[in-house]
């Protein structure tokens, strides 16, 4: 009897996904638990998995196609044996009239969500890939195909290139100006949305303090390694440092902790802690649910954790889900001084940034020192500037004098 594969349950949060890459096609023969198709969502690249041995016997969704929670996807005949190994199944060719279209925008609108992306990224030219999934459709694995055999090919040589990319005229080089149009991907679109809510229906405040991490260095540096091996290959990093600071400062000033809901304000008495983590999606925040109760092996290990599943778009919507308070670092991407936008309904976002020596004034003498600016973006409507000021201090505070976050002081 033939199983049915669907959509993964959505949560509230998420109207509907789009089918992103096919990883099968119709009479590939999959094995249990094996990725079948990836699901965009506005959040998170949600997977399908296969739930029994068998082949797929047909496919109800292609690349691009909205679906709705619990929707089918495809139909498998469970302990059927494949006509071929996977390896060496591939896709009929496609129908006449499609490979008319495969020409200019039209090939690159028959690529799913993450085929497109990966074009636009390589700055490939869609006519010269060969579509193996339904419909001559160009898929992920076709893609990465390509890009391995282009990288297997030795390099023209650079004189016959600049020929072909500016023809001689009378009139002199070709003054063609080249551009491209592609769709946002699902996840962009919801990161640009959230984006222009946050700046429009917040009054968000940035203040700016810096703080020396000297005391933090010396304590990293002479630590490293005992600590790495006592916690199983956990590095010391940075961030762990901030989001145990964060979580003291956050008790002591429990409005930016705070958010609000219409006209009531939620004061919550835990820190969920989310830490931004960019991948070629986009940005994504998933969280560090009750990091004031985590030792800092803990959060450092978390945080590992959650950016490799991220990057590998392993994230489940219940990652990314809820949050307190957020702390983002632009200093990783070299960023001296920056704004971050306000993650709502949350009322405060920390931004750390990079450490960088500067001239300082100790005890009447001028003192290189490695200074890091720190930023705390608020929303003025329930954080006042005294508020906001005197928790960015608690935070440079803690960092200066990292003890004090142990002792909790």
Known sequence: MAIE??????????????????????????????????????????????PEDGVIAKIHALEGDTVQSEQLLATLEP?????TTNSAVKAPAAPAAVQETRTGAGAAELAGPAARQLIEEHKLDPTRIT????????????????LKTRDAEPAPSRAPAAAAALPASPDGPSSE??????????????????????TQQTAMLTTFNEVNMAPVMALRSKYKEQFEKTHKGTRLGFMGFFVKAACEALKRFPAVNASIDGSDV??????????AVSTENGLVVPVLRDADFMSLADVEAAIRDLGIRAKDNKLTIEDMTGGTFTVTNGGVFGSLLSTPILNPPQT??????????????????????????????????????????????????????????????
Do not use: C
Not at 79 to 83: E, N, S
Not at 349 to 356: A, D, F, P, R, V
Not at 370 to 391: C, E, N, W
């Open 5 to 50: 594969i669907k959509a993964p349950a959505f949560p509230e949060s998420v109207a509907d996904g789009e089918i992103a890459s096919w990883h099968k096609t119709e009479g590939d023969a999959v094995a249990r638990d094996e990725l079948i198709v990836e699901i965009e969502t506005d959040k998170v690249v949600m997977e399908v998995l296969a």
């Open 79 to 83: 302990g059927a044996a494949a006509a």
């Open 131 to 146: 579509g193996t999934g339904k419909g001559g459709r160009i898929t992920k694995e076709d893609i990465l195909d390509h």
């Open 177 to 198: 100006r080249v551009e491209k149009r592609v769709p946002m991907t699902r996840m962009r679109a919801k990161i640009a949305e959230r984006l222009l809510n946050a």
């Open 266 to 275: 939620v004061y919550h008495g835990y820190q969920d802690i989310g830490v």
């Open 348 to 409: 405060g976002i920390l931004g750390m940034h990079k450490i960088q020596d500067r001239p300082m004034a100790v005890d009447g003498q001028v003192v290189i020192q490695p200074m890091m600016y720190l930023a705390l973006s608020y929303d003025h409507r329930l954080i006042d500037g005294k508020t906001a000021v005197q928790f960015l201090v608690a935070i440079k505070d803690l960092i200066e004098d990292p003890a004090r976050i142990l002792l909790q002081l």
